[in-house]
Each structure stands twice: as structure tokens, then as C-alpha cells.
């Protein structure tokens, strides 16, 4: 059983950056594909970006591509999310996602029943 533990949430202004960070442990899932995602009030959760685990190959949202970059770091086991130039519409409680299939990745979808991490909390204000 794969375990997500995100940290990096905050509150910054419009035209601001954070960085998001996803602690991954438990099973194996080198060959998984991870994600993020995020629930602003509501609405309901939507796909951000991911990246598959083995080969870095990343997936952006439209809202997503040019200001936020997912990446993976293979010593630490981390997954994060670069996010510049932040607009009051991101706001959202972010949440990472392991999965052992990759199809969801290629559609922008959510998988199916998927590892989840608690979400945190990013406000932006403008």
C-alpha cells in the first residue's frame, strides 16, 4: 500500500510561487504514474498534472501548462509541484495520487481508485 504525504500549502498573493511537495513510501511503484489534482469549493476534483514514475514523462492541464511543473525525485521519493505566477483561481486543497495504471494521465481524468494523500491547502488572494 503506497502512502502520499503532501506538505507546501499556503497562503501567497496573486503572481506568487509555491512549491508542493508529495512524500511517497510503501509498496513499489517505480512503475506507477503520479499525480495532482485539486478541490476548490464546491467543485469537484480535477486533474492537474502527472508524471509517470519511470520515465518522467509529464501530463499538464490546460490551466497548468507554462506555470506549473511536476517533477519526481527518485532519492528522496518525492513527487512535487512547481506552481509560479499564481492566480486567485488556483485555490484549491491539492492532492497527490498514485496509481498503478497510466491511461488516466494520457486523458486528464482521475484514476480508478487510486492512493491519496490528506490535500493541502493553497490560497491565493488577489
Known amino acids: 500500500q503506497v502512502q502520499l504525504v503532501e506538505s507546501g500549502g499556503g497562503t501567497v498573493q496573486a503572481g506568487d510561487s509555491l512549491r508542493l511537495s508529495c512524500a511517497v513510501s510503501?509498496?513499489?511503484?517505480?512503475?506507477?504514474?503520479m499525480g495532482w489534482f485539486r478541490q476548490a469549493p464546491g467543485k469537484e476534483r480535477a486533474f492537474v498534472a502527472a508524471?509517470?514514475?519511470?520515465?518522467?514523462?509529464?501530463y499538464y492541464a490546460d490551466s497548468a501548462k507554462g506555470r506549473f511543473t511536476i517533477s519526481r525525485d527518485g532519492v528522496k521519493n518525492t513527487v512535487d509541484l512547481q506552481m509560479n505566477d499564481l492566480k486567485p483561481e488556483d485555490t484549491a486543497v491539492y492532492f497527490c495520487?498514485?496509481?498503478?495504471?497510466?491511461?488516466?494521465?494520457?486523458?486528464?481524468?482521475?484514476?480508478?481508485?487510486?492512493?491519496w494523500g490528506q490535500g493541502t491547502q493553497v490560497t491565493v488572494s488577489s
Open positions: 508524471i509517470r514514475w519511470r520515465n518522467g514523462l509529464t
Open positions: 510503501g509498496g513499489t511503484f517505480t512503475t506507477w504514474t
Open positions: 495520487a498514485a496509481s498503478s495504471t497510466s491511461s488516466w494521465a494520457t486523458t486528464r481524468t482521475t484514476p480508478y481508485r487510486p492512493s
